[in-house]
């Protein structure tokens, strides 16, 4: 019913940049919220950045004024400049949207990408 598309992700060296772009799909009638997560091995998986419809965004601590979240339509690009070897993770997208399945529609959802991974060399 929703499906996300990511793609940009890479090997990179420290302080380099590289965007991360989610492009969302299926039958939704607005996006709530768009947002990127990630995980590395053996952590939980955590808030990089969101943005909701309204336009509020939130950042993590760890990557405030490095990267940066922006929505259009029904795609959000992550720009990440400054990398460090601790960002490397495996990233993912997520969508909250108003959509319409199997005849019901719903006010709000939870759809996440398959994931792109991000390697940061030191």
């Known amino acids: 019913q929703v499906q996300l598309v990511e793609s940009g992700g890479g090997l990179v060296q420290a302080g380099g940049s590289l965007r991360l772009s989610c492009a969302a799909s299926?039958?939704?009638?607005?996006?709530?919220?768009m947002g990127w997560y990630r995980q590395a091995p053996g952590k939980q998986r955590e808030l990089v950045a969101s943005i909701t419809s309204g336009g509020t965004i939130t950042y993590a601590d760890s990557v405030k004024d490095r990267f940066t979240i922006s929505r259009d339509k029904m795609t959000a690009d992550l720009q990440m400049n400054s990398l460090k070897p601790e960002d490397s993770s495996v990233y993912y997208c997520?969508?909250?949207?108003?959509?319409?399945?199997?005849?019901?529609?719903?006010?709000?959802?939870?759809?996440w990408g398959q994931g792109t991974q991000v390697t940061v060399s030191s």
């Open positions: 299926g039958s939704i009638f607005s996006i709530n919220s």
């Open positions: 997520n969508v909250d949207p108003r959509y319409f399945y199997r005849s019901r529609v719903y006010s709000s959802g939870d759809f």
